[in-house]
């Protein structure tokens, strides 16, 4: 029988007038570090210096997930209420290692 460990982390950003901006990074930092788009060694794209939450069920993604979408910037139109004025990017990493 083969067994696994997975974990499951977590970033959110949005990509507004060309610039990253760490959506799950707290309101209260004073000073916001840059964010670079690198790949790493393994080949894989990641974003450096952005906060990453570690998930264990679906109701702590969803609150992640909310918590994000409150950082957005968002500004009424004439076509909506609510239009959004930058990308979201929300990338779930799943890591497994067979035992």
Do not use: W
Request: include cysteine.
């Amino acid at each position: 029988m083969t067994t696994f460990d997975v974990r499951l982390d977590c970033y959110m950003v949005e990509i507004y007038k060309g610039e990253l901006k760490d959506l799950l990074l707290s309101k209260k930092v004073a000073e916001r570090p840059k964010l670079d788009v690198k790949i790493n060694a393994e080949g894989q794209v990641v974003i450096k210096n952005v906060v990453i939450r570690n998930l264990s069920t679906i109701e702590e993604c969803n609150d992640v997930f909310e918590r994000g979408l409150g950082g957005r910037k968002v500004r009424k139109t004439l076509m909506n209420d609510e239009s959004s004025r930058s990308h979201l990017i929300f990338s779930i990493i799943i890591e497994s290692t067979n035992r």
